[in-house]
């Protein structure tokens, strides 16, 4: 008779249900046993870890990078975790001259142009001789000067803009005394004076008073210079 030997079970290989959710399944004679993927961890890896969670962004999104965690920051914002406001004004977002103040209360910049630029970043020249410019059918021509213009003014004009008419501001008024014909004329015009090496433009009244006699039309006149 043949003495009864002892009987193994074979053994089953537990990995084959592929119990790891996010990692590699070792067998083992009794059981399993789950290596897990980086920032995951359980049993059968299947609970993850954010790699954002212990990371504080103040004013950005956290993100991930090369398998590491960081701070995306807005346009306003920069540093590891966004806690530093930028100065819009370091990218020298005004052209040419002009200056640029940042208002950090209402969040944005202003740029404060040269007198023949315009625009929200001073790159749009500016036109300085438009339709009313020069007055009194007065030529605008751009110079430069601080104006960026200068008016050329027709016969009887003058002023920076040709705004004033000799013909506009002179008059004369009459009156009969006795046998005297009393003409009283009044003109404005432009005269040149000098002030410690500088030319002004200054305006004067000149009145001239005329006696016209009936009799004789001899003329008897007497002038007046007034400043204005």
């Not at 944005?108 to 007055?135: A, D, M, R, W």
């Not at 004009?157 to 004033?164: K, S, T």
Request: net charge positive; hydrophobic share 30%.
């Amino acid at each position: 008779m043949t003495p009864p030997y002892p009987t193994f079970a074979a053994d089953k290989n537990d990995c084959l249900s592929k119990p790891c959710a996010n990692g590699w399944c070792v067998d083992l004679p009794s059981g399993y046993k789950c290596i897990c993927a980086p920032d995951v961890h359980g049993v059968n890896c299947n609970t993850s870890e954010s790699k954002c969670a212990h990371l504080h962004c103040a004013t950005g999104t956290c993100k991930i990078r090369g398998g590491m965690p960081y701070c995306h920051c807005d346009d306003e914002h920069y540093g590891k975790h966004c806690e530093f406001e930028r100065d819009p004004c370091v990218s020298l977002p005004c052209r040419g001259l002009s200056t640029c103040i940042n208002d950090f209360k209402k969040k944005q910049f202003e740029c404060i142009c040269p007198p023949k630029f315009e625009g929200v970043y001073c790159s749009e020249k500016k036109v300085f001789c438009h339709s009313n410019t020069c007055l009194n059918n007065g030529t605008c021509l751009e110079s430069d000067s601080p104006l960026g213009y200068k008016c050329s003014c027709k016969t009887g004009a003058f002023g920076q803009r040709c705004e004033n008419d000799i013909n506009a501001t002179s008059g004369s008024k009459r009156l009969l005394l006795h046998n005297c014909l009393i003409v009283l004329t009044i003109w404005v015009v432009p005269m040149t004076i000098s002030i410690s090496g500088w030319k002004k433009v200054v305006l004067r009244k000149i009145s001239q008073i005329r006696c016209v006699a009936y009799n004789t039309r001899r003329t008897f006149s007497s002038y007046r210079i007034l400043t204005l």
